[in-house]
């Protein structure tokens, strides 16, 4: 594919679950960043991997946000036990090395029952 | 205060109007100056890239940076019906490897 893609494009789920969003990057993008996006809000930085250096995560907003990333592949953002507030548009981004410009996914929209 | 000051709006013109959008910073390390187009439902798409101070042109769009009063906008002239998103400004100290801050967007509506 020519752009970043993100699944599920849609996710519903209730209070207290685990739920699983996967990006998948432009190839050859070595950086690749989460978001989030809640309703009329900007964006929320989560998570950034850079190649092989650890990953900032100074925005993910408790301990049960995690992400992963293998390599310069697919990336998993996970929310344990969610809750209501977590419902939101969850964006993935990639760019090149060296050059700002960011390649956004259309998002998953999270809602949390 | 936010590094990032953005009116989130929402504003809305006429057709053919020239449009104005304005960001605010607090962080003079920035060098990198972006506008962001997000239609609805839809993820964020790069517009316009600026280094430093200065004003670029791309067809109907006009970004200019102010590093002295920490100011940047996006004009848009002959404003359109297509032209109906949000715009978030972006900004960044640095190529690759420093976090990009986003302003929260304006939600722009142009009325045919």
């Known amino acids: 594919g020519a752009g970043v893609s993100q699944s599920p494009s849609n996710k519903v789920t209730e209070k207290g679950k685990d739920v699983e969003l996967r990006c998948d990057p432009i190839?050859?993008?070595?950086?690749l960043y989460w978001y989030r996006q809640r309703l009329g809000q900007g964006l929320e930085f989560l998570i950034y991997f850079q190649g092989n250096s650890a990953p900032d995560k100074s925005g993910l907003p408790s301990d049960r946000f995690s992400a992963e990333r293998t390599g310069e592949s697919v990336s998993t953002l996970t929310i344990q036990r969610t809750q209501q507030e977590d419902s939101a548009v969850y964006l993935c981004?990639?760019?090149?090395?060296?050059?700002?410009?960011?390649?956004f996914g259309p998002g998953t929209r999270l809602t949390v029952l | 205060q936010k590094e990032v000051e953005q009116d989130p709006g929402p504003l809305s013109v006429p057709e053919g109007a020239i449009v104005s959008l304005n960001c605010t910073y607090s962080n003079s390390a920035f060098q990198y100056f972006m506008w962001y187009r997000q239609y609805s439902r839809k993820g964020p798409e790069l517009l316009m890239y600026t280094y430093s101070s200065g004003n670029k042109e791309d067809g109907r769009f006009t970004a200019q940076v102010d590093k002295s009063s920490k100011y940047i906008s996006l004009f848009i002239r002959d404003s359109q019906p297509s032209d109906s998103a949000t715009y978030l400004c972006?900004?960044?100290?640095?190529?690759?490897?420093?976090?990009?801050?986003f302003g929260a967007g304006t939600r722009l509506f142009v009325k045919a």
């Open positions: 190839s050859g993008h070595t950086a």
């Open positions: 981004a990639s760019r090149v090395a060296g050059v700002n410009e960011q390649f």
């Open positions: 972006a900004m960044s100290a640095g190529s690759g490897g420093f976090k990009t801050i």
